[in-house]
């Protein structure tokens, strides 16, 4: 059953849910349209290489998944289950590269019930932040209750007490939802599972000169590379890494246990 909930997009004069729920149960949230100041500050803690500041319009409003996809989910369209942790459905799937999660998609745009994709590394970074300007959607500063992140008792585990509190396993991601949300009602953009984008990593592109201006729409970088944009940081990793503007990439072939995604539809 789609569940819909109805809302006005500012300056359009027409009617578009505010949030909906699939076929499959997944949860979408309508993000809207707007300009917003990508990158990092030169003073932000842990600042990378690739974090120059730049002005990006979003011309379109678009939904993205509020969770990472699920183990459950991810079954229900491939029809089996990868090596992921104990069978556990709200778990985010890991250990999925790029080219499986465009399978994925493929497969769900097969259903005939709208067009699924990956965020853009900007589309990503603009959901994650919720209009913030800050280094975490709810501040300069993280600790274990805002997200899961150190979670890993062999190199960082400064949450892994905090976990068990929570009743919660060390050494693997957390369900979905069981951190508070961004203002946008998003969870998890900060931590649990590393997220690909549609972006290819481009060292030149992403470097962009702090002493220039940039302003973008609807940017996408380097369709062509194998070495794709990963988001969000994950349990296994320090709270830094889950920054807003912080990204890492990978090559879009590898499987890492840290390592799902979320779900865009486009808006019809």
Known sequence: MVVLICSFIQGTGWAQEASFSNSLGMEFALIPAGTFTMGSP??????????????????????IQITEVTVGQWEKIMGRRLLNFRKTDDLPIVKVSWHDAIKYINRMNARGEGTYRLPTDAEWEYAARAKTTTTYSWGAKIDCTNA???????????????VRS?????????????????????YDMHGNAWEWCQDGFDPDKHGLDPHTTYELVDPIISRSTNNRIRRGGSWFGKGGSCRSANRTYSHSSVRYRTTGFRLVREVE
């Not at 030169?42 to 939904?63: C, L, Q």
């Open 148 to 162: 899961m992140y150190s979670n890993n008792q062999s190199k960082s585990d400064a949450c892994v007490d905090h």
């Open 166 to 186: 929570k009743g919660l396993k060390p050494d693997r991601p957390a369900p979905v939802k069981s951190y508070p949300p961004n203002a946008w009602g998003l």
């Open 42 to 63: 030169k003073d932000e803690k842990g600042r990378g290489t690739s974090e120059a500041r730049h002005k990006i319009t979003i011309s379109r409003p678009f939904y």
